[in-house]
């Protein structure tokens, strides 16, 4: 090889190395390779072609040479079955694919670039325009990232061994700079999501809305981890199904309802197909074991690792397991299918929905704690006496009647005493409940004490109380014979005070007890039964 050849392969390996570590992006880093590998061993054309695992094929990514050779080049796509013959051991020398020319029938390989010129008849060494040298590009363990071919040597000839093992070395050092580039796009994407999850861990704790929380966990999985689509099903107040709580990336419409039920989605959260706590099924296997097939994927690849209208679920659960709802994800940015890193932080982003339903819940419950009592979880005396006073004020200044209900459980602490306290519980949650179901919307029951419990009936007088009594007393007894209740009842006549009606509503319903009855109702002057 002649010095100064020698040296301009030796500068063009140092520029090689320099770009394989160099910034940048990938495609921009691959084709100032390209230029600085033609240049240095002397090529005029240089196509680099890259792996698409999202399509299982390999596609021309870039290409220095003649305008004609990059026009006819990139974005041209070859299977593994079009490199297969191609790549054979009757080909390979020092690393490396001579083709000749003749050896193989190019009219089968799809869109192919011949270049200019005509072989020297009597140089058997001569590079004929029909003649590929291709170099595979591999990963560190063998995996195939891609395919380097040159064309048009400026020497006119085929290389020798000594240019093919310089040729191959190159080829080593731009298979590292893909797989650095590629190994530096996971780890940054990686990292953004982590930053993503910093972010929406700070507003989770700036907000105590439940639908902005979720909110910013669909739109920072969007954006961390690259899923156009992204939905948030919770269970409902009954917990018989699931209904959808928050979205993005389905427009305005909103995502369809999954449908799915506690029940129906046990089927996808199989074992087998758990990842780092996220349950990925295949179409085939996710569709037969649900009552119906929801939205199906559009970004899908044909690789073995591509997505391919894969189904995605990601449980919230609460600190005792019990299913909260789940997030949905669809259609990845890539096409393929979620690393473990990705799933790692898919489940990151699920355990702070989880957190923070948890956080909203305890919180809603100490403040619906503050008015209610915990064991009926009706409202309790501190809400009974600001509704009273507000019936008061509105009754003497709209002149709206209404009928204010006192009942007492007789024989409460015998039965406590005697059946023990569990049983009393249930006896006061079973009266409670039947309290609720005999009052109309406008009115309003509460536990004011022990087994003392209370009625405001709007736009009530004492008739229509009493036929609230009389259904309310149908099932006082129901299975404790020895339990009774009494009633007393006052109306509110625009006179008086909210101390004064509950006064006599009090006093009524002492009179009922001891009278035997079971209510009594309270005149402005005394006390009727």
């Not at 080909?91 to 020319?101: N, T």
């Not at 600001?386 to 602490?413: M, N």
Request: net charge negative; aromatic share 6%.
């Amino acid at each position: 090889m002649p010095e100064r050849t020698t040296t301009r392969t030796l500068r063009g390996l140092i520029e090689v190395t320099r770009l394989a570590r160099s910034g940048g992006s990938l495609p921009e880093r691959l084709n100032e390779l390209a230029r600085s590998i033609g240049a240095s061993l002397g090529y005029e054309t240089v196509a680099i072609t890259l792996y698409r695992p999202a399509w299982d094929d390999f596609r021309v990514t870039a290409v220095s040479g003649r305008e004609q050779a990059r026009t006819t080049l990139i974005g041209c796509t070859r299977t593994r079955e079009d490199y297969r013959p191609l790549l054979d051991e009757r080909f390979l020398r020092r690393g490396a694919y001579v083709i000749p020319a003749g050896a193989h029938d190019w009219s089968r390989s799809g869109t192919i670039y011949s270049p200019p010129g005509e072989p020297d008849p009597d140089d058997p060494g001569a590079w004929h325009p029909e003649d590929v040298l291709l170099v595979p590009l591999k990963t560190s363990d063998g995996s195939l990232l891609g395919v380097m071919s040159v064309d048009e040597p400026a020497s006119l000839r085929r290389p020798d061994d000594d240019q093919l093992d310089v040729l191959v070395s190159v080829a080593e050092h731009v298979a590292l700079t893909i797989e650095y580039a590629q190994s530096d796009e996971t780890v940054a994407r990686h990292g953004a999501s982590l930053t993503h999850l910093l972010q929406v861990s700070l507003r989770l704790g700036e907000t105590r809305s439940i639908d902005a929380m979720l909110q910013s966990v669909a739109n920072g999985i969007r954006r961390a981890l690259d899923f156009e689509r992204v939905s948030i099903e919770l269970t409902d107040p009954n917990g018989d199904e699931f209904v959808p709580r928050s979205s993005t990336g389905w427009g305005s419409a909103g995502p369809p309802p999954s449908g799915l039920t506690p029940k129906t989605i046990a089927p996808l959260l199989d074992p087998d197909y758990e990842v780092e706590g996220c349950y990925l099924l295949p179409f085939a296997v996710a569709s037969p074991r649900v009552p119906h097939t929801r939205y199906a994927s559009t970004l899908n690849g044909t690789g073995p690792r591509a997505w391919n209208r894969h189904w995605l679920v990601v449980p919230l659960l609460d600190h005792d397991g019990t299913m909260l709802g789940f997030i949905w994800a669809d259609d990845p940015g890539d096409r393929l299918l979620p690393t473990r890193e990705k799933m790692q932080a898919l489940r990151l982003f699920a355990n702070q929905a989880a957190t923070a339903l948890e956080s909203a819940a305890r919180l809603d419950e100490l403040q619906f704690l503050a008015d209610h009592d915990p064991l009926t979880r009706l409202a309790n005396r501190r809400a009974f006496v600001r509704q009273l006073e507000a019936e008061t004020a509105r009754s003497i200044r709209y002149g709206h009647p209404f009928t204010l209900v006192l009942c007492d459980l007789d024989e409460f602490k015998e039965l406590n005493d005697r059946a023990g306290h569990l049983v009393g519980d249930d006896e006061l949650e079973r009266f409670a409940a039947r309290l609720t179901a005999s009052i109309r919307r406008s009115d309003f029951a509460y536990r004011i004490g022990g087994d003392e419990f209370a009625m405001i009936l709007t736009e009530a007088a004492a008739e229509e109380a009493r036929v609230v009594i009389e259904r309310v007393g149908e099932s006082v007894g129901d299975g404790n014979p020895v339990l009774h209740a009494s009633f007393g009842v006052a109306v509110f006549d625009q006179q008086g005070s909210s101390d004064d009606l509950f006064r006599r509503a009090d006093e009524a319903m002492y009179l009922a007890k001891r009278s035997g009855d079971s209510v009594a109702v309270a005149a402005e002057r005394g006390v009727l039964r």
